[in-house]
């Protein structure tokens, strides 16, 4: 079974500062995504980047990057110009392929990381 | 669209009654999810549903039941609540497997 783990449970950035949030996770197969998830205190659980390990190539949407380094097992977020709109829990997850249309692949979430945005 | 809603937003139970938590998506998503989050910890499986009439267990099934005779529809039921199950329930939904999940807002359940 696949495993994830987030060892930092708080950080803390100064607003327009750079935060790295790490993850590492522990499989035996080969394809496969990650993702991260912010969840604001409102609880929605909201989709911030994903990465498919097939792809040697870093994800990134805006102020929001990832460092993919799949034989270290390892998937850390980095967030640039920190906002206090960025304050929330932040979950790494995994997913295995999909196999065929008559199955699913459920989301194995790490335990989180509570960010704080220092004015 | 209203995405994935979820009802009640909050419940407080007492051990040994019952409940169904409801979700409803508006997006025609055959994949559709059931999550729960316990304090400090991320989102474990309980249970999934490919389509309409289809479920199957997820990493955390004992005492929860679901069924899905719509496409829109995916309640969870819990039977004999227990403290065990107290927790935050997140309904999900994708349209293709491996696609995206949208997660709706989460009911927070406490059975005391």
């Known amino acids: 079974a696949q495993t994830v783990t987030q060892s930092q449970p708080e950080m803390s950035v100064q607003e327009a500062e750079t935060v790295t949030l790490s993850c590492t996770y522990d499989?035996?197969?080969?394809?496969?995504?990650l993702f991260w998830y912010k969840q604001p205190p409102s609880r929605q659980m909201i989709l911030v980047i994903r990465q498919e390990a097939y792809k040697q190539q870093n994800a990134t949407e805006n102020r929001f990057s990832v460092n993919f380094q799949k034989a270290a097992k390892s998937f850390s977020l980095k967030i640039s110009d920190s906002q206090l709109g960025d304050a929330a829990m932040y979950f790494c997850?995994?997913?295995?392929?999909?196999?065929?249309?008559?199955?699913?692949?459920?989301?194995?979430f790490g335990s989180g990381t509570q960010l704080t945005v220092l004015p | 669209n209203a995405g994935v809603t979820q009802t009640p937003k909050f419940r407080i139970l007492k051990i040994g009654q019952s409940m169904t938590l409801q979700c409803t998506q508006d997006?025609?998503?055959?994949?559709m999810y059931w999550y729960r989050q316990d304090p400090g910890m991320g989102l474990k499986l309980i249970y999934y549903?490919?389509?309409?009439?289809?479920?199957d267990k997820g990493e955390v099934p004992n005492g929860y039941n679901v069924s899905r005779s719509t496409t829109e529809d995916f309640p969870l039921r819990l039977e004999l609540a227990a403290p065990s199950q107290t927790s935050v329930y997140f309904c999900?939904?994708?349209?293709?497997?491996?696609?995206?999940?949208?997660f709706g807002p989460g009911t927070r359940l406490t059975v005391t």
């Open positions: 997006m025609n998503h055959n994949y």
């Open positions: 999900a939904s994708s349209f293709v497997p491996g696609g995206e999940q949208y």
């Open positions: 499989t035996s197969e080969s394809d496969y995504y």
């Open positions: 549903s490919v389509g309409a009439g289809i479920t």
């Open positions: 997850a995994y997913r295995s392929p999909v196999i065929s249309s008559g199955s699913a692949r459920q989301l194995t």
